[in-house]
C-alpha cells in the first residue's frame, strides 16, 4: 500500500507545512501525483474521466497524512468512489508529528441498502500488510462478474431523478410528487431505467450545484452504489450548474429540457419534426458549448494560422450560428407552403378540427378511433411529435353526412423549454387556422387540472383562445364510478369517452356536429357547386373494415387525394 520511506516523507512534509500532504500512486508503485492540502483536506488535480472497461479502477491509489489522527472522511471516501480509486489511506500522525496508525478503504460490490466501499482499521502503521495488485484483480473480477449479472431493462442506461424543491412554497411536497412522475415518465420514454429518487427540499436553490454539498455527496455514493450513469434534474440547469455538477460528480447530468429534447429527437419523423428538433438543440446547446471541453479554447495553428486567429471554441459557435440561420431559412419555406394548403382548404370550404391537449392525454387513440387510421399511438410522453390530418364523415341533419379534416398535434407539456417551443411554433399554425378545438384530457390523472391549466395557457401563447373548443375527458373507463360522477356533475359541457371504446365516441360526434352546424349552413347557401363526396372518401364509423384510411400525412396531400374523389353538381340550366 505504502513504503515505509513514502510514510516518513509524507509525514514530514506535513508537519513542516502544517497541511495535509498525499501522493497518487500508481499500481506499479510510481508517483504520480503529489498533492498539499489545508489542514482539513486534500484538493485532488483533474486526473480525467476514466476510460477503461465495466469493473475496472482508477490504477490509481491515494495515500495522505491527517494530521490531527482524524479517521478517514466523507471527502475522502467519495473522492474514492467517485473516481474509482484502488483505494484511500490515510496516515494518522500524533501530536508530535510521527505516523502511529493507518486507515484504508476500498470500493466494494453493493447491493441495494448496502455501502459501496469498506473501510478498515486503525491499524498499527508497521501492522498494514495488503498486496495492492492482488486485491485489485480479485474486486475487479467481483465488479465485472455482478456486471454481467445486472438485469438492464432501458437501452440507454440507469438514472436517478432529482428534484429540489422551494421550501417556502406550502405545497412544495405535493408539486415534487406530481413533478417526479412526469419525470420518471419522460425518463421512461427517453429509454431510460429510472433506479431512485433524490428529493430535497431547500430555503434555497444553491447556485453552484442546485443541491447541497452534503446532499450531492450523498447522491454520488448512492449512484455508485446502483450503478447509475445519469443523473437527471427536475429542472432547467444552467452551464455552470450542469458543468459543476459533472466535474464533481463524474456523471452524465441532464436538465428537464435536455431529456425533452432528447426524446423530440428521437421522435421526429418528418422533415418539419426533424428541422425544428435540431434547431432547438442548437439553441440550448450554444451558450454551453464553453463548458464542454477545456480542449475548445486552443487556437488553430499552422501554416497560414499564425496571429491570434479564432479559438476553437469560436470556430464551433460560428458555425452553429450558420447553422441556426440555415435551419431558420428551411423552417420559413417549409411554413409558406403550410400556409398554401391552408388557403386551398379554406377555399374548398372544408371544415377542420385539431386535436390539442396535455402529452398522453391519448389524442392519437382518438384519431385512430374516430377515422379509422392507424396513427401511431403509445402509452409514451411525446408519441406523436408531426401533425397527422383525416377525414372523417360527420352527420349533419337535412344534409346527410358531411366531411371534416381531424388533426392530430404535439402533446403539451408544462415548462416546455422555450427553444422548443419556438421551434415547434410552427407545429401549432394547424390548430390556429382550425373551425374547432378539441382539448382532450386524462381523466384518471391525477393532475388533470394542472394539465388542464398548462394546455390553456399554451393556447393562450399561441393565440388560440378565440377558437370555439369541446373539452374531452379521456380514459373514463380508468375511473371508479363516485369519481366519474364527480367529474361529470363539475365539468357538465365537457364529453366523456374512452378512446379505445369506440361506441363512447357517439356523444363526440353529435356534439361535433352541432358545432359545425353554422359553418356547414353559410356553406350551403354559397352560390357555389356543392361538394358531393363517394361513399369510399371517408371513414363510415359504422363499419370501420370497409373505411378507406386516407394516407396523406399532409394537409397538402390530403386535399389532393380528396380532390380526386369530389363530384360536382352541374350549376342549374338557364332559361330565355
Known amino acids: 500500500m505504502t513504503t515505509q520511506e513514502l510514510t516518513r516523507s509524507l509525514a514530514t512534509a506535513s508537519v513542516e507545512a502544517g497541511r495535509q500532504v498525499g501522493a497518487l500512486v500508481h499500481r506499479s508503485g510510481q508517483v504520480d501525483y503529489v498533492i498539499v492540502g489545508d489542514a482539513g483536506k486534500l484538493m485532488l488535480p483533474d486526473i480525467g474521466r476514466l476510460r477503461a472497461a465495466d469493473g475496472r479502477f482508477r490504477g490509481l491509489r491515494l495515500v495522505h497524512t491527517h494530521l490531527r489522527g482524524e479517521p478517514l472522511t466523507r471527502d475522502d471516501l467519495v473522492d474514492l468512489v467517485r473516481l474509482r ?7 494518522q500522525l500524533t501530536p508530535q508529528g510521527e505516523p502511529r496508525a493507518m486507515m484504508y478503504a476500498h470500493n466494494v460490490p453493493a447491493d441495494d441498502g448496502e455501502l459501496p ?10 501492522q498494514v500488510q495488503v498486496h495492492v495488485g492482488e486485491l485489485m484483480s480479485d474486486l475487479e473480477a467481483e465488479f465485472a462478474k455482478k456486471t454481467k449479472a445486472r438485469e438492464v431493462r432501458a437501452k440507454d442506461g440507469r438514472a436517478i431523478l432529482v428534484h429540489v424543491g422551494d421550501k417556502s412554497k406550502r405545497d412544495a411536497h405535493e408539486r415534487a410528487d406530481v413533478s417526479i412522475r412526469e419525470l420518471r415518465e419522460l425518463a421512461r420514454t427517453a429509454g431510460l431505467e429510472v433506479v431512485d429518487v433524490i428529493v430535497q427540499i431547500r430555503e434555497r436553490i444553491d447556485a453552484k450545484h442546485v443541491l447541497g454539498k452534503g446532499k450531492l455527496e450523498d447522491v454520488i455514493l448512492r449512484a455508485m452504489q446502483l450503478d447509475a450513469d445519469v443523473l437527471i434534474f427536475d429542472r432547467e440547469l444552467t452551464p455552470a450548474q450542469s458543468s459543476g455538477i459533472a466535474k464533481e460528480s463524474d456523471l452524465k447530468v441532464l436538465d428537464r429540457a435536455q431529456l425533452i429534447l432528447d426524446i423530440f429527437a428521437q421522435r421526429a419523423e418528418g ?7 435540431e434547431l432547438a438543440q442548437l439553441k440550448y446547446n450554444m451558450p454551453r458549448l464553453s463548458m464542454r471541453d477545456d480542449s475548445l479554447s486552443r487556437l488553430t495553428g499552422g501554416i497560414g494560422g499564425r496571429g491570434p486567429g479564432e479559438t476553437k471554441l469560436e470556430i464551433g459557435r460560428r458555425r452553429a450560428k450558420e447553422r441556426v440561420t440555415h435551419l431558420e ?3 420559413k419555406k417549409l411554413s409558406r407552403q403550410r400556409e398554401q394548403r391552408r388557403r386551398k382548404r379554406a377555399r374548398g370550404a372544408v371544415p377542420t378540427i385539431a386535436i390539442v391537449g396535455y402529452t398522453n392525454a391519448g389524442k392519437s387513440t382518438l384519431l385512430n378511433t374516430l377515422t379509422g387510421s392507424s396513427v401511431l399511438s403509445e402509452d409514451k410522453l411525446f408519441a406523436t411529435l408531426d401533425t397527422r390530418s383525416r377525414h372523417l ?7 346527410g353526412d358531411r366531411e371534416v379534416v381531424i388533426t392530430d398535434t ?6 416546455l423549454p422555450k427553444e422548443l417551443f419556438a421551434a415547434f411554433r410552427a407545429t401549432f399554425e394547424e390548430a390556429a387556422d382550425a373551425d374547432l378545438l378539441l382539448h382532450v384530457l386524462d381523466a384518471s390523472d391525477p393532475a388533470k387540472e394542472e394539465h388542464a391549466t398548462t394546455t390553456e395557457k399554451v393556447l393562450e401563447d399561441l393565440k388560440l383562445c378565440d377558437i370555439p373548443r369541446v373539452v374531452v375527458y379521456n380514459k373514463v373507463d380508468l375511473l371508479e364510478p363516485l369519481a366519474r360522477k364527480v367529474l361529470e356533475r363539475t365539468h357538465p359541457d365537457a364529453i366523456f369517452l374512452s378512446a379505445t371504446e369506440r361506441d363512447t365516441t357517439r356523444p363526440l360526434l353529435e356534439r361535433l356536429a352541432a358545432e359545425l ?3 356547414w349552413d353559410e356553406s350551403a347557401r354559397m352560390p357555389v357547386a356543392a361538394p358531393l363526396l363517394d361513399d369510399a372518401s371517408s371513414h363510415e364509423l359504422e363499419a370501420p373494415e370497409l373505411a378507406a384510411e386516407t394516407q396523406a400525412s399532409t394537409l397538402d396531400d390530403l386535399l389532393r387525394a380528396a380532390g ?4 360536382t353538381r352541374p350549376p342549374p340550366a338557364q332559361h330565355e
Open 85 to 91: 480509486l484502488d483505494l484511500v489511506c490515510a496516515i
Open 117 to 126: 466501499y469498506r473501510e478498515i482499521g486503525p491499524l498499527p502503521v508497521g
Open 271 to 277: 422533415a418539419d419534426g426533424k428541422l425544428q428538433v
Open 329 to 331: 431559412a428551411q423552417l
Open 393 to 399: 364523415k360527420v352527420g349533419w341533419a337535412g344534409y
Open 410 to 415: 404535439v402533446g403539451f407539456i408544462r415548462n
Open 517 to 519: 352546424a353554422e359553418k
Open 564 to 567: 380526386r374523389r369530389v363530384k
